[in-house]
T-cell receptor, first 115, second 111 residues
């Protein structure tokens, strides 16, 4: 399976600030996704990161709040903008592609606490 | 109605017990089905895919019932190390598409 590295692994941030999370994959993948998992909840898809074009956002998530970049087939970033305590969550990068049997794998996650 | 509904548990079972989890999905166009395991404060990891004919991997058996739109996971001879949250996930159509996750079922195996 693909090796997925996420940075930072955890952070404590002040409200009103922004944080960018990086996701690096050791091989080219077709699809990259960003999920959020709030405490005690399941995974919610924020957006699909599209290589070379704007991300596709799910209902309830907007580009101004969660800008996403995907400059190539192995790297993506998610920014959480103007953070509030409600943004405290784990953010997970996930990938899927033919090279790993179309199965979806996850990075180790970025634990974000907003104070 | 949520895309995926899952029995939340928690399930607390002794070592050696057999435990079963169920999960229902609402979209009949769903094509692929998975069980993930998530340990506390860790990312979900793929446990097994679920095939139409059912499949087994050691102590774990997964089954799919398309008519009733549910999938199940059976764990036999539970081990302490099986304690985790088990998430079911489904994918529509495209083999590269996003997954819809259930809320997860928490399992604790006690000695």
């Amino acid at each position: 399976s693909a090796v997925i590295s996420q940075k930072p692994s955890r952070d404590i941030c002040q409200r009103g600030t922004s944080l960018t999370i990086q996701c690096q994959v050791d091989s080219q993948v077709t699809m990259m996704f960003w999920y959020r998992q709030q405490p005690g909840q399941s995974l919610t898809l924020i957006a699909t990161a599209n290589q070379g074009s704007e991300a596709t956002y799910e209902s309830g998530f907007v580009i101004d709040k969660f800008p996403i970049s995907r400059p190539n087939l192995t790297f993506s970033t998610l920014t959480v903008s103007n953070m509030s305590p409600e943004d405290s969550s784990i953010y997970l990068c996930s990938v899927s592609g033919e090279s790993n049997g179309n199965t979806i794998y996850f990075g180790e996650g970025s634990w974000l606490t907003v104070v | 109605r949520k895309e995926v509904e899952q029995d939340p548990g928690p399930f607390n079972v002794p070592e050696g017990a057999t435990v079963a989890f169920n999960c229902t999905y609402s979209n009949s166009a769903s094509q692929s089905f998975f069980w993930y395991r998530q340990d506390c404060r860790k990312e979900p990891k793929l446990l097994m895919s679920v095939y139409s004919s059912g499949n087994e991997d050691g102590r774990f058996t997964a089954q799919l019932n398309r008519a009733s739109q549910y999938i199940s996971l059976l764990i036999r001879d539970s081990k302490l190390s099986d304690s985790a949250t088990y998430l079911c996930a489904v994918r529509r159509g495209s083999t590269l598409g996003r997954l819809y996750f259930g809320r997860g079922t928490q399992l604790t195996v006690w000695p």
